[in-house]
């Protein structure tokens, strides 16, 4: 990026915040506004991660969490044993809803900004997920162990969050958070959600939309292979055959 698009950019977000700053002041009815410096992230050839500036600005004291949330889909989970020998599934469980993507950020440590009835009800954290097992399918002993195998293979992938994320003040009223998007973030539309709290209570919260989405080649070959999977597959096995010959051909001449 250049020193002018650094600029620009700088004097875009500087002149979005005195516009919040304004609007949270003339509005005395809202005490929230938030907004995303994108709302579309372009997966293309090469892509290797983004980050998204959220700001936003508050009216009066409070604690401020940030959700974002990828897409909820269905996941199903294996279990490993040695059977004779030789390491194979043995179990299976399937979750029928999980967010594919799931990062936090918070102006203070959770635990000091929203006792655990109301982290449970928003799912503010990974701890706080409703990744729920049918009591038919799982005791509840079972099910948490379940349950933490998903956590811990969602976080090693990158698309659940380790660590909270800061949310930086500036001033009393201006804040500002950074969300990374990994490479291997999922497409799909995404929630972010800027929750204010004041004295343990959710005071005011806004959803905002989140779009992430291939482009370009990488869109028109995923397509392809989605709608026409045969036919895709078929050109695969070409491309395959068609390699080995022509590297049979230049060791032979070789």
Request: hydrophobic share 50%.
């Amino acid at each position: 990026m250049s020193a002018g698009t650094r600029c620009a950019s700088r004097l875009a977000c500087a002149a979005a915040f005195l516009v919040l700053s304004g609007a949270a002041n003339a509005a005395q009815a809202q005490s929230l506004v938030a907004d995303l410096s994108k709302r579309l992230v372009a997966i293309t050839t090469g892509f290797v991660g983004t980050d998204v500036l959220l700001f936003g600005a508050v009216e009066g004291e409070g604690d401020i969490v940030i959700v974002v949330r990828g897409p909820d889909r269905p996941v199903t989970m294996y279990r490993k044993s040695r059977v004779l020998g030789i390491w194979a599934n043995t179990a299976q469980m399937t979750f029928e809803r999980a967010p594919s993507f799931y990062a936090i950020a918070t102006s203070k440590p959770i635990r000091e900004i929203a006792p655990d009835v109301v982290r449970a009800r928003h799912e503010m954290g990974v701890d706080a997920l409703r990744l729920d097992l049918p009591a038919a399918k799982a005791s509840r002993n079972v099910a948490r162990d379940w349950r933490q195998g998903l956590i811990r293979n969602f976080q090693k992938s990158g698309l659940y969050g380790h660590e909270v994320g800061s949310v930086t003040f500036l001033g009393n009223q201006l804040f500002r958070v950074e969300l990374h998007l990994p490479a291997n973030v999922p497409t799909g539309a995404y929630q972010v959600i800027t929750y204010l709290l004041k004295d343990g209570h959710v005071a005011s919260a806004q959803t905002m939309p989140l779009f992430v989405s291939k482009i370009g080649a990488e869109a028109a070959i995923f397509d392809f292979a989605t709608r026409y999977s045969a036919y895709y597959g078929l050109i695969a096995i070409v491309i395959a055959l068609m390699a080995g010959w022509l590297a049979h051909l230049a060791f032979r001449k070789g």
